[in-house]
Protein backbone atom coordinates (compact mmCIF):
# COMPACT_ATOMS: atom_id res chain seq x y z
CA UNK A 1 0.00 0.00 0.00
CA UNK A 2 1.49 3.31 -0.85
CA UNK A 3 1.43 6.62 1.06
CA UNK A 4 -0.87 8.35 -0.78
CA UNK A 5 -3.54 5.51 -0.14
CA UNK A 6 -6.32 7.32 1.58
CA UNK A 7 -4.90 10.67 1.91
CA UNK A 8 -7.34 13.29 1.17
CA UNK A 9 -5.86 16.85 -0.36
CA UNK A 10 -7.54 19.62 -1.10
CA UNK A 11 -5.92 21.98 -3.44
CA UNK A 12 -6.59 25.53 -3.68
CA UNK A 13 -5.54 27.47 -6.51
CA UNK A 14 -7.40 30.28 -8.41
CA UNK A 15 -5.21 29.88 -11.74
CA UNK A 16 -7.53 26.64 -13.33
CA UNK A 17 -4.50 25.52 -15.92
CA UNK A 18 -2.16 24.90 -12.43
CA UNK A 19 -5.06 23.68 -10.76
CA UNK A 20 -5.75 21.18 -13.35
CA UNK A 21 -2.05 20.38 -13.72
CA UNK A 22 -1.47 20.07 -9.90
CA UNK A 23 -5.37 17.43 -9.79
CA UNK A 24 -4.34 15.42 -12.49
CA UNK A 25 -0.66 14.76 -11.01
CA UNK A 26 -1.91 14.64 -7.60
CA UNK A 27 -4.63 11.96 -8.80
CA UNK A 28 -1.90 9.93 -10.78
CA UNK A 29 -0.26 9.81 -7.13
CA UNK A 30 -2.98 8.15 -6.01
CA UNK A 31 -4.15 10.98 -3.98
CA UNK A 32 -8.06 11.52 -3.44
CA UNK A 33 -8.03 15.37 -4.38
CA UNK A 34 -10.39 17.69 -3.79
CA UNK A 35 -10.10 20.98 -5.90
CA UNK A 36 -11.29 25.14 -4.91
CA UNK A 37 -10.86 27.92 -7.08
CA UNK A 38 -11.62 29.96 -5.15
CA UNK A 39 -11.82 31.04 -1.37
CA UNK A 40 -15.65 30.33 -1.41
CA UNK A 41 -15.23 26.73 -2.71
CA UNK A 42 -12.79 26.12 -0.34
CA UNK A 43 -14.74 27.16 2.86
CA UNK A 44 -16.98 25.25 1.22
CA UNK A 45 -15.51 22.13 1.20
CA UNK A 46 -13.80 22.53 4.54
CA UNK A 47 -17.49 23.20 6.26
CA UNK A 48 -18.73 19.78 4.36
CA UNK A 49 -15.91 17.57 4.43
CA UNK A 50 -15.11 15.33 8.02
CA UNK A 51 -11.40 14.49 6.67
CA UNK A 52 -8.82 16.09 5.33
CA UNK A 53 -4.49 15.38 5.66
CA UNK A 54 -3.22 18.43 3.24
CA UNK A 55 -3.91 21.74 2.23
CA UNK A 56 -2.11 23.18 -0.71
CA UNK A 57 -2.92 26.81 -1.08
CA UNK A 58 -1.84 29.29 -3.17
CA UNK A 59 -0.94 32.26 -1.06
CA UNK A 60 -2.84 35.19 -3.55
CA UNK A 61 -6.26 34.79 -4.34
CA UNK A 62 -9.16 36.68 -6.24
CA UNK A 63 -10.92 39.40 -3.66
CA UNK A 64 -8.11 40.09 -1.64
CA UNK A 65 -8.22 36.70 0.09
CA UNK A 66 -4.84 34.88 0.92
CA UNK A 67 -4.34 31.26 1.71
CA UNK A 68 -3.39 32.19 5.23
CA UNK A 69 -6.72 33.25 5.65
CA UNK A 70 -8.49 29.69 4.25
CA UNK A 71 -5.43 28.04 6.43
CA UNK A 72 -5.92 29.45 9.53
CA UNK A 73 -9.99 28.70 10.81
CA UNK A 74 -8.96 25.43 8.56
CA UNK A 75 -6.77 24.69 11.51
CA UNK A 76 -8.95 25.38 14.06
CA UNK A 77 -11.32 22.53 12.37
CA UNK A 78 -8.80 20.44 11.97
CA UNK A 79 -5.08 21.23 14.37
CA UNK A 80 -3.68 17.91 12.71
CA UNK A 81 -4.03 19.11 9.28
CA UNK A 82 -1.10 19.78 7.33
CA UNK A 83 -0.45 22.45 4.98
CA UNK A 84 1.47 23.68 2.15
CA UNK A 85 1.37 27.31 0.83
CA UNK A 86 2.54 28.02 -2.79
CA UNK A 87 3.33 31.56 -4.30
CA UNK A 88 5.34 33.44 -6.74
CA UNK A 89 5.92 35.66 -3.98
CA UNK A 90 7.00 33.89 -0.81
CA UNK A 91 8.04 36.64 1.08
CA UNK A 92 4.50 38.04 1.23
CA UNK A 93 3.54 35.00 3.37
CA UNK A 94 6.28 36.12 5.73
CA UNK A 95 5.20 39.72 5.91
CA UNK A 96 1.69 37.96 6.62
CA UNK A 97 2.62 37.02 9.87
CA UNK A 98 0.85 33.96 10.31
CA UNK A 99 1.81 31.59 12.97
CA UNK A 100 1.00 28.85 10.37
CA UNK A 101 4.72 29.43 8.81
CA UNK A 102 6.19 27.68 11.73
CA UNK A 103 3.97 23.93 10.39
CA UNK A 104 3.66 25.06 6.45
CA UNK A 105 6.35 25.18 4.25
CA UNK A 106 6.03 27.40 0.99
CA UNK A 107 7.10 26.09 -2.15
CA UNK A 108 7.92 29.19 -4.71
CA UNK A 109 6.50 29.22 -7.63
CA UNK A 110 7.50 28.12 -10.30
CA UNK A 111 7.96 24.22 -8.78
CA UNK A 112 8.87 20.99 -10.37
CA UNK A 113 6.24 18.17 -9.14
CA UNK A 114 9.61 16.61 -8.09
CA UNK A 115 9.64 19.31 -5.44
CA UNK A 116 5.91 19.26 -4.69
CA UNK A 117 5.80 15.44 -4.58
CA UNK A 118 8.98 15.44 -2.01
CA UNK A 119 7.32 18.13 0.18
CA UNK A 120 3.79 16.09 0.52
CA UNK A 121 6.14 12.91 0.92
CA UNK A 122 8.03 14.99 4.31
CA UNK A 123 4.48 16.85 5.39
CA UNK A 124 2.33 13.52 5.24
CA UNK A 125 5.08 10.89 6.69
Not at 41 to 69: C, H, N, Y
Not at 79 to 105: H, Q
Amino acid sequence: MSQASGKIILVVEDEAIFLQILVEYLDGEGYRVLQAGSAQEAFAILASKPQLDLLITDFRLPDGVTGVMIAEPALKLRPDLKIIYMSGEPEAIFASGTPTIALAPILAKPFTLRRLHSQIQSMLS
